[in-house]
C-alpha cells in the first residue's frame, strides 16, 4: 500500500528539505570561514583572513544574500568567542556578504560578483569598521576613518580571487549548475 501524496504536500515537502540542505551548507560554509581564519595575516590594525570572502562568494552562489550575512556574522561572531578575530569581521565581513549576494541574486553574473565582495568588504566595509574602531577599541582620534579599507581590500581580493578559481573550476566541470539547482537556485 503505497500512500497517495497531493502534489501540495509534495511541494511542502521539498520545500522543507531545501531549507533543510542550505541551513546544513550554511554551516558547512560557516565552519569553513572559522577554520579558514587560522590562516590570516595582520595588515595595520586587521587581521586578514580571506577565507572568509571567499565563504561570503560561495554564499551568494549557493545559498542567497540573507544566508551570506548569517554565516558573516556567525563566523565572525565564533573567531570573536574563540579569540582568533577582531571586531573588525563583523563590518567587513557582513558589508561584503550582503552586496555580492544581492549582485549574484539579481544579476547572476560571477565577475560582478567578486567584485560586489570587493567593494563591499574594502570600501564599504573599511568604512563601517571606523566607528567599531572608535566606539569599541579606544581608538578615537588614533586613526582616520579610511585606515581598514587598504587591509580590507588585500584580505577580500585575496578571498575574491580563491572563489573565482574554485567557482570557474565547479562551473567547468558541470558541478556549479548541479549544486545550484539541487538547492533551489
Same mark, same amino acid.
Given at each position: 500500500?503505497?500512500?497517495?501524496?497531493?502534489?501540495?504536500?509534495?511541494? *511542502?515537502?521539498? /520545500?522543507?528539505?531545501?531549507?533543510?540542505?542550505?541551513?546544513?551548507?550554511?554551516?558547512?560554509?560557516?565552519?569553513? $570561514?572559522?577554520?579558514?581564519?587560522?590562516?590570516?595575516?595582520?595588515?595595520?590594525?586587521?587581521?586578514?583572513?580571506?577565507?572568509?570572502?571567499?565563504?561570503? *562568494?560561495?554564499?551568494?552562489?549557493? +545559498? !542567497?544574500?540573507? =544566508?551570506?550575512? &548569517?554565516?558573516?556574522?556567525?563566523?565572525? +561572531?565564533?573567531?570573536?568567542?574563540?579569540? *582568533?578575530?577582531?571586531?573588525?569581521?563583523?563590518? &567587513?565581513?557582513?558589508?561584503?556578504?550582503?552586496?555580492?549576494?544581492?549582485?549574484?541574486?539579481? +544579476?547572476?553574473?560571477?565577475?560582478?560578483?567578486? $567584485?560586489?565582495?570587493?567593494?563591499?568588504? &574594502?570600501?564599504? &566595509?573599511?568604512? %563601517? %569598521? =571606523?566607528?567599531?574602531?572608535?566606539?569599541? /577599541? !579606544?581608538?578615537?582620534?588614533? *586613526? #582616520?576613518? =579610511?585606515? =581598514?579599507?587598504?587591509?580590507?581590500?588585500?584580505?577580500? #581580493?585575496?578571498?575574491?580571487?580563491?572563489?573565482? +578559481?574554485?567557482?570557474?573550476?565547479?562551473?567547468?566541470?558541470?558541478?556549479?549548475?548541479?549544486?545550484?539547482? $539541487?538547492?533551489?537556485?
Amino acid at each position: 500500500f503505497l500512500p497517495v501524496i497531493s502534489f501540495q504536500e509534495r511541494r *511542502i515537502h521539498f /520545500m522543507k528539505n531545501k531549507n533543510i540542505n542550505k541551513l546544513a551548507i550554511a554551516g558547512i560554509l560557516c565552519a569553513v $570561514a572559522v577554520a579558514g581564519s587560522l590562516f590570516s595575516f595582520p595588515v595595520f590594525g586587521s587581521k586578514c583572513a580571506p577565507v572568509q570572502h571567499m565563504v561570503n *562568494i560561495l554564499c551568494a552562489v549557493f +545559498l !542567497g544574500p540573507w =544566508y551570506g550575512v &548569517g554565516v558573516a556574522f556567525t563566523s565572525s +561572531l565564533l573567531r570573536n568567542l574563540l579569540g *582568533i578575530g577582531s571586531l573588525m569581521a563583523f563590518p &567587513g565581513s557582513m558589508c561584503g556578504a550582503l552586496l555580492c549576494g544581492l549582485i549574484f541574486w539579481k +544579476l547572476r553574473n560571477i565577475p560582478l560578483t567578486l $567584485a560586489g565582495e570587493v567593494f563591499g568588504t &574594502g570600501i564599504l &566595509g573599511g568604512l %563601517a %569598521a =571606523y566607528p567599531i574602531a572608535v566606539a569599541f /577599541m !579606544g581608538q578615537g582620534g588614533t *586613526i #582616520a576613518f =579610511y585606515t =581598514y579599507i587598504i587591509p580590507f581590500l588585500i584580505s577580500t #581580493a585575496a578571498g575574491a580571487v580563491l572563489s573565482g +578559481l574554485l567557482i570557474f573550476a565547479l562551473k567547468k566541470t558541470g558541478a556549479l549548475k548541479t549544486m545550484q539547482s $539541487a538547492l533551489g537556485r
